[in-house]
């Protein structure tokens, strides 16, 4: 069983920046794309940013140009740098990591918290 731990949320005035981590239990290489999804209260759970095995990176429009998703291989972790953050960024974190073997299959984190004040 995959586990996938987030951290790095928390609370920040608007402007301000914040960088999540998801340390993946087995080597990120066996996933084809590792992503950062959030859900805010209310709302359906979106893709933020994604970044594949051969670091193709992909962003939500609302999110380009502000954040950056970056991988460290030899640490099996993802990261999601956060800059020039909006109280609409608020919401919780999700780290996603996607394998196709007979077909596709995700494993998700438990979320963190981001909270970005105005």
């Known amino acids: 069983q995959v586990q996938l731990v987030e951290s790095g949320g928390g609370l920040v005035q608007a402007g301000g920046s914040l960088t999540l981590s998801c340390a993946a239990s087995?080597?990120?290489?066996?996933?084809?794309?590792m992503a950062w999804y959030r859900q805010a209260p209310g709302k359906q759970r979106e893709l933020v940013a994604s970044v594949t095995t051969d670091d193709a990176t992909g962003y939500a429009d609302y999110v380009k140009g502000r954040f950056t998703i970056s991988k460290d291989n030899a640490k099996n972790t993802v990261y999601l740098q956060m800059n020039s953050l909006k109280p609409d960024d608020t919401a919780v974190y999700y780290c996603?990591?996607?394998?196709?073997?007979?077909?596709?299959?995700?494993?998700w984190g438990q979320g963190t918290q981001v909270t970005v004040s105005s």
């Open positions: 996603n990591a996607r394998e196709f073997l007979v077909r596709f299959k995700d494993y």
């Open positions: 087995r080597s990120i290489f066996s996933f084809n794309a």
